[in-house]
């Protein structure tokens, strides 16, 4: 969920500069849009760029290539379902390399030391279009697989039930079990070739509350920014950050695009406020 602050409207993303490289989240079910995927080739892209519901993607974790999966309906009957697989960079092939492994939404995530969590989306660097963290749900029951502080599985005690991003590098493969939901048939299953200590120390991703919150403390904590607070907005969503209001100089624009580059969670930053 994105969270605002401020009064005002949001422009169109598509008119906002990216003020630095960064990476952008991929949610597994969410729809995307053209401007949530710039480095995507242009012969990709219709009027509204490449859209859908995203359902996945094919990964390649050596090379952190990636190819989205977008299910997109028809908006006239017969409503027909369509479903395309899109490179998310011009140095990729069409198609996913032989060695490319699926990757899908509540995918139950293996490591080393047994169950960690669920896969729920990648990020990806907005300019070069590689792949730079798989999104995990840690599981929120892991003291269920601790019979001691020295057991492996502990190490996730810490970060239970939260989401973090880890390195693609360590998917190694993907495997059937059986699914837990009767009827169902089997599952797919990701391994990671990583342990449970490897797996707690990657980043977290942040809420959107949490982001926001600090980025208001740190602005109005600024001596310069505080007076002109009130004159802009933002948004966040999972790390992106659109900053537009007014402020009095390219001085005060640049001192808080420096603040906000400071708080914690924050990958990419589109600032549309204007001078006067």
């Given at each position: 969920?994105?969270?605002?602050?401020?009064?005002?409207?949001?422009?169109?993303?598509?008119?906002?500069?990216?003020?630095?490289?960064?990476?952008?989240?991929?949610?597994?079910?969410?729809?995307?849009?053209?401007?949530?995927?710039?480095s995507?080739?242009?012969?990709?892209?219709?009027?509204?760029?490449?859209?859908?519901?995203?359902?996945?993607?094919?990964?390649?974790?050596?090379?952190?290539?990636?190819?989205?999966?977008?299910?997109?309906?028809?908006?006239?009957?017969?409503?027909?379902?369509?479903?395309?697989?899109?490179?998310?960079?011009d140095?990729?092939?069409?198609?996913?390399?032989?060695?490319?492994?699926?990757?899908?939404?509540?995918?139950?995530?293996?490591?080393?030391?047994?169950?960690?969590?669920?896969?729920?989306?990648?990020?990806?660097?907005?300019?070069?279009?590689?792949?730079?963290?798989?999104?995990?749900?840690?599981?929120?029951?892991?003291?269920?697989?601790?019979?001691?502080?020295?057991?492996?599985?502990?190490?996730?005690?810490?970060?239970?039930?939260?989401?973090?991003?880890?390195?693609?590098?360590w998917?190694?493969?993907?495997?059937?079990?059986?699914?837990?939901?009767?009827?169902?048939?089997?599952?797919?299953?990701?391994?990671?070739?990583?342990?449970?200590?490897?797996?707690?120390?990657?980043?977290t991703?942040?809420?959107?509350?949490?982001?926001?919150?600090?980025?208001?403390?740190?602005?109005?904590?600024?001596?310069?920014?505080?007076p002109?607070?009130?004159?802009?907005?933002?948004?966040?969503?999972?790390?992106?950050?659109?900053?537009?209001?007014?402020?009095?100089?390219?001085?005060?624009?640049?001192?808080?695009?420096?603040?906000?580059?400071?708080?914690?969670?924050?990958?990419?930053?589109?600032?549309?406020?204007?001078?006067?």
């Amino acid at each position: 969920m994105a969270i605002s602050g401020g009064i005002g409207s949001f422009f169109d993303a598509g008119n906002s500069g990216l003020d630095r490289p960064g990476r952008h989240v991929l949610r597994f079910g969410a729809k995307i849009k053209g401007e949530d995927v710039p480095s995507v080739p242009e012969r990709y892209r219709g009027l509204d760029g490449p859209s859908g519901k995203l359902m996945g993607v094919r990964l390649t974790p050596a090379t952190g290539d990636l190819w989205l999966r977008l299910v997109r309906r028809s908006q006239r009957p017969p409503f027909e379902r369509t479903v395309r697989t899109i490179p998310l960079n011009d140095r990729q092939s069409p198609a996913p390399a032989p060695e490319a492994i699926e990757l899908r939404s509540g995918m139950r995530v293996y490591c080393h030391d047994g169950y960690v969590g669920r896969m729920e989306g990648v990020t990806f660097d907005a300019g070069t279009g590689a792949a730079l963290e798989l999104l995990i749900r840690v599981r929120s029951d892991v003291l269920v697989d601790v019979e001691t502080m020295a057991s492996p599985m502990a190490k996730l005690i810490p970060v239970a039930g939260q989401r973090l991003l880890i390195s693609p590098s360590w998917a190694s493969s993907v495997k059937s079990e059986p699914s837990s939901v009767p009827f169902r048939g089997e599952s797919l299953t990701l391994h990671l070739d990583a342990s449970t200590e490897q797996i707690a120390s990657g980043t977290t991703l942040r809420s959107d509350e949490a982001v926001a919150g600090d980025i208001w403390d740190m602005l109005n904590a600024n001596p310069a920014l505080a007076p002109y607070t009130g004159h802009i907005n933002l948004e966040v969503h999972d790390g992106t950050v659109r900053l537009w209001g007014r402020l009095p100089s390219p001085r005060h624009r640049a001192s808080a695009e420096q603040d906000i580059w400071h708080v914690p969670g924050v990958f990419t930053l589109y600032d549309e406020t204007t001078i006067g």
